[in-house]
């Protein structure tokens, strides 16, 4: 089995990493509409504005539908797999594309009209933390140290092994963390562990109707005393941002992470194999 570290030090390496380098400014020409291809990163970026947003499931419907859109930004740490054939595409027809990336050699770079590079550390093929921290604390202007303060005061349970299934529950207004907590389970745990998100005001819908003595609710920013019988409550500072919300879930998971049995580690070296040979380039199991 191959030597990686957890989710949870590749969160504490990512603070300090930003602790020490500045971020790029993001500065977009002015579009009439904007496609924004990738991540959830993108949603959170673009929040609050009237972007069009899409993956490359969906892109090419978004580009049909959607006559008005003249600009696109694709966001890919590595720069490669979908986003050269999506910037191929969208240079064809006529749109200008600006990629964030973290890979100053970035296979879409021949196909885009700009490129913003974050900075980056080495990481265990799809960790994606200081990647897309980097991306977001660009927009909220977070303080990398006050969050890693937060982080510390947190206090682990010991037998968080006991559970094979998690309902996290996160505060209305980041709503979109929840499809990367969701993403990250499946990464790092596929079928052996479950996992489950919502606010608050959602998991009030039928969420809770077949009771688990395996489960553990775990609460942020909210004191849970509605659901589960198991519950880990965080408290939250007030005034966070999106990077305090994803470093949270984050640190949290690869605590979970910790304490199973190591199925990612078990498991990466055969994927990127796999991987590598799906897409067409090199995939290896650390990437930075």
Known sequence: MIKLINLDQAVLNA??????????????PSFKRLLV??????????????AVFADESTYLQKLNVVKSI???????????????IIAKELQKRK??????????????????NEMVVFPKLPEPYTYNT?????MILSKTKENPLQILHQIQKIKIPGNLKKYDSFFFIVPPEFDLVREMFLI?????FGAKVSARVFTAEQAKHAKTIVPSEKELFISFGWENILFGKNRWNILLAKNIGYGMMMVLGYYVIGQIQKQHSPYFKENIERYCKEASKMFGERIGVMVG
């Open 15 to 28: 603070l300090k990493l930003f602790q020490e380098q500045r971020l790029p400014t993001l500065k977009l």
């Open 37 to 50: 291809v990738g991540s959830v990163t993108g949603k959170i970026l673009f929040q609050g504005t009237d």
């Open 70 to 84: 003249d600009g696109a930004v694709i966001i890919s740490a590595s720069g490669g797999k979908h986003a050269p």
């Open 95 to 112: 749109k200008k594309v600006i990629l964030l990336t973290t890979n100053i050699n970035a296979p879409a770079r021949e196909c885009v």
């Open 130 to 134: 200081s990647t897309y921290l980097g």
């Open 184 to 188: 990250k389970f499946d990464e790092l």
